[in-house]
């Protein structure tokens, strides 16, 4: 099993429109947990921390669920402008030593 | 405010060839990383370097070196490009070590014909 997990897409929505995806880690050790947004040819940007709690950035909310080992992200009244990548980003702990992991990215693009 | 600055933004070598890329930070954070995104593997970690000081291997060393020069500048240097290196570079920083959120510079597109 893939230490992270990602549903590579694409999705295709139109704009307006809501749109979750999840992404499953596989140690229960993790500590921190990330979504960024890469845009295509570009850099990957952070897009929020996710927090035990979940939390909410304006239209983007992110959860996390620690029994079922899964983050998500729900986006809101979609824009043009959100079509891009997103990353699931976890942190591990092993050994002593930390250890960021990337999933490969959920293709998102929303139609006019 | 510059953040992450990468240089070159792009670059075409020769097998054999070497070359170093260059990355710099300003926003004075202790951790530096750099990666290599290939069409299908998502973010693969290279070498990072926690603090001034230190450097450490991470998933995929072979074929690289790298320089902590100092606590803004970490370099990465292939010594013999092949083919296989050919992909997108990136470099990272984060305040302090892989639990806090890194931020990446715009990377290095390079090509190993």
């Known amino acids: 099993r893939k230490e992270v997990e990602q549903d590579p897409g694409p999705f295709n929505v139109p704009e307006g429109a809501t749109v979750a995806f999840n992404c499953t880690y596989s140690n229960s050790a993790s500590q921190s947990f990330f979504w960024y947004r890469q845009d295509c040819r570009k850099e990957p940007k952070l897009l929020m921390s996710?927090?035990?709690s979940g939390n909410e950035d304006g239209r983007f909310t992110a959860q996390l669920n620690r029994a079922s080992q899964y983050i998500s992200l729900l986006i809101r009244d979609s824009k043009l402008s959100d079509s891009a990548t997103y990353l699931c980003?976890?942190?591990?702990?092993?050994?002593?030593?930390?250890?960021?992991?990337f999933g490969q990215g959920t293709r998102l693009t929303i139609n006019p | 405010n510059a953040g992450v600055t990468q240089t070159p933004k792009f670059q075409v070598l020769k097998t054999g060839q070497s070359m170093t890329l260059q990355c710099a930070q300003d926003m004075n954070h202790n951790s530096m990383y750099w990666y290599r995104q290939d069409p299908g593997m998502g973010l693969r970690l290279i070498y990072y370097?926690?603090?001034?000081?230190?450097?450490d291997k991470g998933e995929v060393p072979n074929g690289y070196n790298v320089s902590r020069l100092n606590k803004r500048e970490f370099s990465l240097r292939l010594e013999s490009a092949a083919p296989s290196q050919t992909s997108v570079y990136f470099c990272?920083?984060?305040?302090?070590?892989?639990?806090?959120?890194?931020?990446f510079g715009d990377g290095t597109r390079l090509s190993i014909l």
């Open positions: 980003v976890v942190n591990y702990i092993i050994q002593g030593a930390q250890k960021l992991v």
């Open positions: 990272a920083s984060s305040y302090r070590g892989q639990s806090q959120p890194q931020h």
């Open positions: 370097s926690a603090s001034e000081g230190t450097t």
């Open positions: 996710v927090y035990s």
